[in-house]
């Protein structure tokens, strides 16, 4: 995946990658590997995948502005992706999406979105172009929008608003490690978003039968 070049319309991503991978075993998730790749790999080609031309002409899709990736150096990532850890490692994936966010904060061309997906749910990227129409058409009075699957709001599969994202993980230097989700993104004014025939999108791997019952049915 080679480095893009962000823009107004682009979409960042912060992809979290990190963990303990308890209930695999200890194993690192994002080098999981399932249908012939690493969980990772599933997600950043999906990602690539993305059309280009949407996200330039004010469309729903569209490819991300910059993408970084939130796991330890012992995750090979491909060039032109960034890298991110929170410090101290295994912090929760709120001090790892601030880790991320100030990564991006450090590189050129910031992008007025920032989307949040993560490596154990390998077609997360899939839900992308639908959560960009819906804070785009949302106005600026809507700070983002995230997958709702069922009762349960997913906060890490949403595009936000870069700004309101970056001042929700960092509010005056409050703790952020394992820090509960919901607490601190829960006080974002999102759209909640149903997937619906791409409900996949939000299936997540915590298990070795999720992994094998997945790579099974492609």
Known sequence: MSERPAGPAAVDVVVLAGGTGRRLGGARKPDVVARGARLLDHVLAGLGGLAPSASTTGGAEGPPGRVVVVAPEEVALPPGVLRALEDPPLGGPVAGLAAGLARLARAPGPSALTGVVTCDAPESWR????????????????????????????????????????????PGGAGLRNAPVRRVLGRLAVAHVDLGALGRAAHDLDTWKEVRAWDADG
């Open 127 to 170: 839900a992308l172009p639908a959560l960009i129409a819906e804070v785009r058409q949302g106005g600026d009075a809507r700070d983002g929008a995230c997958v709702r699957e069922a009762d349960r709001v997913q906060y890490l599969l949403g595009v936000y608003r870069t700004v309101a994202l970056s001042e929700c993980v960092a």
